[in-house]
């Protein structure tokens, strides 16, 4: 029940009926993969709970902090209207779209400093610019900081979730942040009318966890969004986290996990 608890503490009132749509969609898929990925919950402060085996590794999984589509979506259903703030009908300008951090957000991402080792090596972000944000606020500067396209959120139909073209981005991030694994100069995964299935999610995090293993580094950072944390919990990695459970993340949320996979 505590861990009940605190997962609903997260999810806005808002946001109640479709945090609930989202888990049960994530929790009804299950790929069949050639391995299996044990995700332990890391707690207390320790980082040693058990000892490790050679591939294992710490992995701290952080939610982006708040932006300016969260808000504009609370807004949206507080004032009751129909449908969602950034569709192209309902943000024809695409004012909305790749948004940044509010000044919450920002805050949050820098109160995240506080709760993230030192000891990580490589931050792996969505090339989105609310995580990039996220993940330059809280550890960026210390550690490389790697864009990954497989840490996209749920992609198509809605403007914030089209991430802005390769130049755009590097642009703006400069030489803070390594684009080399991304190919694509415009989002791949933007459609205009159509949302990403939650198949197609999972797909993209069992790649992400199949790169993870095989990577040299043994700390890392994920910086990426709800819709992928969620579906990466259900549908590809077996959790054991009597904390929190597979449950939603909150904007600037953080949880650290020991990795370990076996061979099916």
């Known amino acids: 029940h505590g861990a009940a608890a605190m997962a609903a503490a997260k999810v806005e009132a808002h946001q109640e009926g479709e ?9 009804a898929i299950r790929l069949d993969l050639p391995w299996t990925c044990r995700a332990e919950r890391l707690g207390g402060g320790s980082l040693k709970l058990r000892r490790r085996k050679g591939g294992d590794k710490v992995v701290h999984l952080v939610r982006h902090g708040e932006g300016f589509h969260n808000v504009a979506q609370r807004l949206w259903r507080e ?9 192209v009908a309902n943000d024809p ?25 030192r000891s ?4 792996f972000t969505s090339p989105m610019r ?13 550690v490389p900081v790697v864009a990954v396209e497989d840490l996209h959120e749920t992609g198509g139909r809605h403007t914030c979730d089209c991430r802005l073209s390769l130049d755009e981005l590097k642009a703006i991030f400069h030489a803070r942040v390594d684009y080399s694994l991304l190919t694509a100069q415009n989002d791949p995964l933007w459609h205009p009318s159509d949302r990403e299935s939650k198949h197609s999610i999972a797909t993209r995090a069992a790649r992400f966890v199949a790169f993870l293993r095989d990577r040299p580094e043994k700390e890392v950072v994920v910086a990426t969004h709800s819709g992928f944390l ?23 949320e953080s949880r650290s996990y020991l990795f370990s996979w076996t061979d099916n």
Request: aromatic share 4%; glycine share 10%; charged share 20%.
């Open 93 to 117: 300008g695409w004012t909305l779209q790749d948004p940044e951090l509010t000044a919450v957000g920002r805050r949050q991402a820098e109160e995240l400093t506080t709760t993230l080792t």
């Open 120 to 123: 990580a090596e490589v931050v």
């Open 79 to 87: 004032a009751k209207k129909a449908g969602e703030p950034y569709t």
């Open 19 to 27: 945090v609930g749509a989202e888990t049960a969609a994530a929790a």
């Open 230 to 252: 969620l579906t990466l919990l259900h549908a590809v990695l077996t959790v054991d986290d009597p904390i929190d459970g597979p449950t939603w993340f909150g904007t600037g």
């Open 130 to 142: 609310r995580a990039t944000q996220t993940a330059l606020l809280a550890i960026g500067g210390a």
